[in-house]
């Protein structure tokens, strides 16, 4: 997403700048925005006059230009436009979803995350691993930390080993370690599982998908664009919101 200016008022000339911020994905789902909060795993689903703000101020220089957007779309009263827009803008601030740039250049925060790779074999106990780890690191870090993580596991062609084999491993894995939200925890699932196969040299990819109505959010994992040990059906009508590729 790109980055965008917020001002204190849509009449003010004083404009801060903002960039949408590291914690959050977003998408259109069906013609509403879905944002998800990487930081407490939310999702947030604006409605129609949101979506149309956050679109505004996603593609104008800042927040005049994103009113002028705004008043061409909606036949509202200025002033009223104006307030609604700044409770929007402040909304956004509260809840974190953009960060501000200072005079001294955008902020430096983030995670320090370690790339390692592990051999391929043998599978069960990588799986077992990839499960034990992804579920403690959860916990220890959340799901910012972990996710931010997948980053670094670099995507490779270079395994010859079968992957079938690999998931098949997976499952029996599974079998020995059960979370306490199983089997429905399909954000540990999905990341214990990319994490597995991207160290085992497949070209995973790890996808997080929403629906609109009935509202649903769904996290899996594609090799070459085949779903791995996933109902495909769980993700028809969905909306790919992030994708690690």
Known sequence: MVGYNLGLSASSNTVRRFNPSKSIRTCDAEGIRV???????????????????WSALAETPDINAAFSCLKDQFE??????????????????????????????????????????????????????SLVSTYFSL????????YESCFTLR?????????????RAFVRAENLFVSRRAPNDCLLR?????RFLRRCGFPAEHVIGVRRVPFAAHAWVEVKGIPQLD???????????????
């Open 155 to 167: 995507q490779t062609t270079t395994t010859t080993q079968d992957i079938g084999r690999a998931t």
């Open 190 to 194: 999905s990341l214990a599982l990319f």
């Open 139 to 146: 916990r220890a870090f959340g799901f910012r930390a972990v």
């Open 76 to 129: 509202a009263e200025p002033s009223r436009l104006s307030e609604d827009l700044d409770r929007f803008v402040a909304h956004c601030e509260a809840l974190k979803f953009v960060d501000e740039i200072s005079s001294n250049g955008p902020s430096k925060a983030g995670y320090p995350v370690t790339a390692w790779r592990m051999p391929v074999r043998p599978f069960l106990l990588h799986a077992l691993f």
């Open 231 to 245: 109902v495909t059906a769980m993700k028809i009508g969905m909306t790919t919101l992030a994708r690690i590729i």
């Open 35 to 53: 944002i998800l909060d990487l930081n407490t795993e939310a999702f947030y689903a604006l409605d129609e006059v949101g979506t149309a703000m």
